[in-house]
């Protein structure tokens, strides 16, 4: 069965840097693009960026632009958001989540907590 | 980037009523539209997708419609379950956004 394993709770200073993971399964891992989603306490959803696991394009929302960073790597079928210069407003879960373009998305990660704290 | 807009924010029914949320895109989608439940502490949940089209899994009781820029989920005959917060998402050329949300809660 498909599935998204997602690292778990991380804690950081302003100003530093989080990478957090999802590990899919249960699909050929190149046939689905990826994508990232974060929601801030008590608050809605919002995208952050999509990347192909095939070749490695991403495509990113504005707002993210030059603080985020999507990778993957085939040998373990893992999708990487790494979110730099982080400030309190990025403490949220993020969520990873298989896209499989004209129909949505079926399959999402259980979400990671951030917590940016000094 | 393209603006999503649902309403009500916030929606007070009963069990057994039937309740309509929409969503206005800023430009037009086509048919780029999906609905997602959630509940506290969970994941979203698709229901439908290309507007209309229900999710495999999904309770009949849901629907949706629409095309371009306007579109509305229905739920029928509401039951304890569908309380929760419901989002509309467009999926067009891998720029993708959500609603701000839509809280059903039980008068």
């Known amino acids: 069965q498909v599935q998204l394993v997602q690292s778990g709770a991380e804690v950081k200073r302003p100003g530093a840097s989080v990478k957090v993971s999802c590990k899919a399964s249960g699909y050929t891992f190149t046939n689905n693009y990826i994508y990232w989603v974060r929601q801030a306490p008590g608050q809605g959803l919002e995208w952050m960026g999509i990347?192909?696991?095939?070749?490695?394009?991403?495509r990113y929302a504005q707002k993210f632009k030059g603080r985020v960073t999507m990778t993957r790597d085939t040998s373990t079928s893992t999708v990487y958001m790494e979110l730099s210069s982080l400030r309190s407003e990025d403490t949220a879960v993020y969520y990873c989540a298989r896209d499989r373009e004209a129909a949505a998305s079926d399959y999402w990660g259980q979400g990671t907590l951030v917590t940016v704290s000094s | 980037d393209i603006q999503l807009t649902q309403s009500p924010s916030t929606l007070s029914a009963s069990i057994g009523d039937t309740v309509t949320i929409t969503c206005r895109a800023s430009?037009?989608?086509?048919?780029?539209l999906a609905w997602y439940q959630q509940k506290p502490g969970k994941a979203p949940q698709l229901l439908l997708h290309r507007g209309s089209v229900l999710e495999s899994g999904v309770s009949s009781r849901f629907s949706g419609s629409g095309y371009g820029t306007e579109f509305s989920l229905t739920i029928s005959s509401l039951q304890p379950d569908d309380f929760a917060t419901y989002y509309c998402?467009?999926?067009?050329?891998?720029?993708?956004?959500f609603g701000q949300g839509t809280r059903l809660e039980m008068k």
């Open positions: 998402q467009h999926y067009k050329n891998y720029q993708y956004s």
């Open positions: 430009q037009t989608i086509l048919r780029w």
């Open positions: 990347i192909n696991p095939s070749d490695v394009t991403t």
